[in-house]
């Protein structure tokens, strides 16, 4: 019966991924929590699952045009070199710290797309006013 956690889990962090959100900022905190995975284990997983993802959100986003290919190129290379670091880091820190470090990252996150989202509300609130008072005149 535990493998259907493991199915839910991957459903939650494929449809979260697919629509952009970051799959794995749900996936690994299920598979560390919930799951009694290793850090290791559940972020090598979800660097895994996401290979699959990509690629198929890739050839989406190119069938629709939205693909800037100049600032891909630009993106993609540092980003493999990069993230190819940070693996072999990763490696070395021990589960403790990783956790420690992952929930850090993720409050990281959580904070500034919240703060995004206050700004983008108060600008939005403000054009509105704006708008809403030219209507008045």
Known sequence: ???????????????????????????IPILTLMLGISQHMAQSTNLIVF???????LFIHIKNKLIDFKAFALTVIPAIGVAVGAGFLAADINEKNLKLYFGIFLLVVGASLLIAAIINSAGKSKKQKTLKNYKNI
Do not use: R, S
């Open 51 to 57: 290979i699959p993802m990509c690629i198929i959100v």
């Open 1 to 27: 019966m535990e493998w259907l956690w493991f199915i839910l889990a991957g459903l939650a962090g494929g449809l979260l991924g697919g629509m952009g959100m970051g799959g794995g900022t749900l996936l």
